[in-house]
């Protein structure tokens, strides 16, 4: 079975845990698209079906939530960040920075999700190094993504947000991922229904 990236559980009442958290939950179902491009092609048919139901579930997580981390940050995060520090260019810069990191995700996993499907079927020579590709990609952008907010955002975060606003904050961002919380599909009825 495909090893995943131990994601420890925050603190409910810590926004920046919360959002950190979310991002390694990422971090960790990347790794499954990372086995699938290793072994979509692999002549074991073992390693070959588990490659398939691990990119089959990762697919299906990240069609559900893969805006939720960058939402978070844009719709709760930074808009507090902003109102707590007004006319700070340099805090404004970095959130402006990372809110643009939002639609390269959208964009790199609807890529990835298309190269999967085409690599899968064989649709087209060169499928297979487009859907690594995306991968690659996406990992380096969610990293790249994680370490600035840990090390531009966070500090300054916590400088800014008092503890009442970092509750409410963390409040709102466990309504949020409640309220958009769906049950974990069966591979057959998902998205990428079709993938042998």
């Not at 579930?57 to 109102?83: G, I, V, W």
């Not at 007004?86 to 805090?91: A, M, R, S, T, V």
Request: charged share 30%; net charge negative; glycine share 6%.
């Amino acid at each position: 079975m495909l090893l995943q990236i131990a994601v420890r559980a925050p603190d409910e009442k810590d926004p920046l845990g919360l959002l950190a958290t979310s991002h390694r939950r990422h971090l960790s179902k990347l790794r499954a698209l990372w086995f699938a491009a290793a072994h979509l092609r692999d002549p074991d048919l073992e390693t070959r079906g588990r490659a398939l139901r691990g990119l089959a579930e990762a697919l299906d997580f990240f069609a559900r939530a893969a805006d939720e981390p960058f939402r978070e940050e844009d719709e709760r995060l930074f808009p507090r960040l902003l109102q707590a520090s007004p006319g700070d260019e340099e805090l404004a810069l970095a959130c402006r920075t990372l809110s643009r990191d939002r639609v390269l995700a959208e964009a790199l996993h609807a890529r990835a999700a298309v190269g999967a499907r085409a690599a899968v079927a064989g649709t087209y020579e060169g499928a297979h190094a487009e859907f690594a590709d995306a991968v690659a990609s996406l990992d380096t952008l969610y990293r790249t993504h994680l370490d600035r907010l840990e090390g531009q955002i966070f500090p300054r975060a916590r400088a800014l947000l008092d503890p009442s606003t970092c509750e409410a904050l963390a409040g709102d961002m466990l309504d949020d991922a409640f309220a958009s919380m769906v049950p974990e599909t069966n591979v057959e009825s998902s998205p990428v229904q079709g993938l042998p």
